[in-house]
Nanobody, 130 residues
Framework: QVQLVESGGGLAQAGGSLRLSCAAS????????MGWFRQAPGKEREFVAV????????HLADSVKGRFTISRDNALKTVLLVMDSLKPEDTAVYYC???????????????????????WGQGTQVTVSS
């Protein structure tokens, strides 16, 4: 069992920045690829970014490439999502997810599906005003 708690959401202006953090507790953090997804009202949960077990591999959605950065700290059991150049369309509830990959540094192309993830946090609201 893995427990995930997101923090860092809030209100930002377009062009601004926010930093989201996901704190994990429970089983071996380094067994999991860690992802961020988001869900706007009336829409499906969509992929934002994922980071592999060592932090060396990352994969980001086209809509956030060049603006968002994902990283992890295995010692602190945290995952960060740094969001720059925010747009109103980034407004959503952001969720942290954990996918058990057995500690393998796998290629992440298939981890843009919510069905690849075993655990989820409760989410944190991000609102970007124009």
């Amino acid at each position: 069992q893995v427990q995930l708690v997101e923090s860092g959401g809030g209100l930002a202006q377009a062009g601004g920045s926010l930093r989201l953090s996901c704190a994990a507790s429970g089983r071996t953090f380094s067994n999991y690829a860690m992802g961020w997804f988001r869900q706007a009202p009336g829409k499906e949960r969509e992929f934002v970014a994922v980071v592999g077990v060592t932090g060396r591999r990352t994969h980001l959605a086209d809509s956030v490439k060049g603006r968002f950065t994902i990283s992890r700290d295995n010692a602190l059991k945290t995952v960060l999502l740094v969001m720059d150049s925010l747009k109103p369309e980034d407004t959503a509830v952001y969720y942290c997810g954990a996918s058990d990959v057995g500690g393998r540094d796998v290629i992440l192309d298939n981890f843009d599906s919510k069905y690849e993830y075993d655990y989820w946090g409760q989410g944190t609201q991000v609102t970007v005003s124009s």
